[in-house]
DNA sequence: ATCACGGATAGTGTATACATCATACGCATC
DNA sequence: GATGCGTATGATGTATACACTATCCGTGAT
């Protein structure tokens, strides 16, 4: 069986090839969450010995991808639906912070660069909303946050945003596949561009947290529907009457 | 030389305890910025196999709060000056968000034992005012934010503050040295205990955000006066112009 | 004197071997 | 048949040994 996993470049330490490797497969989904891994085989796959892969964990288990029981095993990190608020309340503050200190910082050419991601995910979200699939790009939306988080100009920010979308990756590959989506999301960046270029770093926070919250809000919609699809009802919680808030 | 670490507890794997060590001897400041670590004195002065240790140091590198320049060393992490106003709008966001989800969450009895710990602190600021130097406790004000983080209920928020609070307790050290600080961080304390006790999120974060800000701009005062002392200074605290922030 | 170059050194990077421990299974017992 | 205990198993935890490489420093040429 061709294995999840493969050591990129060359010219590094094998621990942090591995770190990036099984970073990049977790982010993949390779795994599922609440999978174990095994040292060994990590090590066996990618042709190394343990003692990279155990660094390699040791630095994941601190980004809260892998869950470590001493002397037993190691899993990957579910999170589990009750939480996915907290993550999106985390996530909402940090992404703020991103662009208040966007809207103080960012260079013209940067802001210049921001309004061109902006029209090309207009074009885009036009295009996907006359499909019947809407096959969205999570892709169109990221390069907007990213060139937020880049613009914000302060490193541990951006080391941080990378830890809790690491995190909710897995999640955002489902919202934006919520009809209509792609849309509303292109026009939430359109305010947050336009506060951003008038360098209204209070506006930028306001809004950008608004847009993660509604992100939040589709998501659990998201998750609800897969919870409990149109015909069977699940284990818990008293039906409740579809009523879309 | 007695030397900085020791491993704490027994009873856990060697590796978890090097990382508890390194770690706690980081925040109390026993390296200082900047220095560098030798795997190798590290693991003799705890009687321990560098393996452990490197784990711990591939942890603490991920927390922020080692550097690790491949095949050279290991360096303590510094914050630079410049990076102080960031780090503090992170906290910031972090702990209003922290304090929203409190408003939201606590229970009558954490509520109650915040109470408690805001009536301790005021009791001691006022004695505080009264001596001459200040002797101000971290402590204090640390048990009132410990318990709202705690009051959040959300162990991933949980853990993102953690890390934010072990890359800034050089400086917060500092912070709480400035004169009438006590006061002023005791009266912060009252507005937000209320907010949270009347379980208004919106206004919890908005006077946790002030707070933190405003703990930032005693923190920066105080840096300023390091860099330029009135007098050419030792390095250490000594005169202090009594004036009340 | 300054600069370039090459070996010496010390510390990090990796592999292997062994120790330790949590779990699971089988057996005896109630 | 259900329950508790002891051993077997396999993975993790740790130590040791060796390989590699970046830096430092002495040497020589310009």
Known sequence: MGSRLSLLTDQQSLQERTYQALRGALLDGAYLPGERIYEGTVAKALGVSRNPVREAVRRLQQDGLLQVRPHYGIYVTTIPPEEVEDVYRIRGALEATAAALAAERMTTEEIQELSLILAEQKAAAKVAAALPREPVSVV????????????????????????????????RNLTLRYPGRAAVSAAGHADIYEAIRARNADEADRRMRLHIDDARQALQHQLDDVARPPGAASHDAGSQTGEGA
């Open 140 to 171: 169109q939306a990221d390069r907007f946050h990213h060139a937020i988080h880049v613009g914000a100009h302060s490193p541990r920010l951006l080391v941080l945003l990378e830890q809790i979308y690491a995190q909710v990756t897995h999640f």
